[in-house]
């Protein structure tokens, strides 16, 4: 018998995969909110909705890079 919090039991990709449809957010966030939540699935969207979800790793757009970057109006 797998003990609890153990990813490596049958049904925890299960859980990621439905974890990743409702949230959107990728299969490694899904395994550590999982895992934060002891396989709850439940309590990991919750938590993940709520804010408390884990920052995905920086992406290489230059959108958010262009935004900060610009040259305050000039008077």
């Known amino acids: ?3 609890l919090g153990d ?3 049958p049904g ?3 859980l990621i995969q439905q974890f990743t449809a409702i949230t959107g957010a990728t ?10 939540c002891n396989n709850n ?8 909705l709520d804010g ?4 995905e790793e920086p ?3 230059s959108s958010s890079a262009a935004s900060s ?7």
């Open 59 to 61: 992406s290489t757009s």
């Open 12 to 14: 925890v990709n299960g």
């Open 27 to 36: 299969e490694s966030v899904g395994k550590h909110m999982l895992e934060a």
């Open 7 to 9: 990813t490596s039991a």
């Open 41 to 48: 699935l439940e309590m990991a969207v919750t938590m993940f």
């Open 52 to 55: 408390g979800g884990i920052a």
């Open 1 to 3: 018998m797998a003990a």
């Open 69 to 75: 970057s610009r040259a305050p109006p000039s008077e």
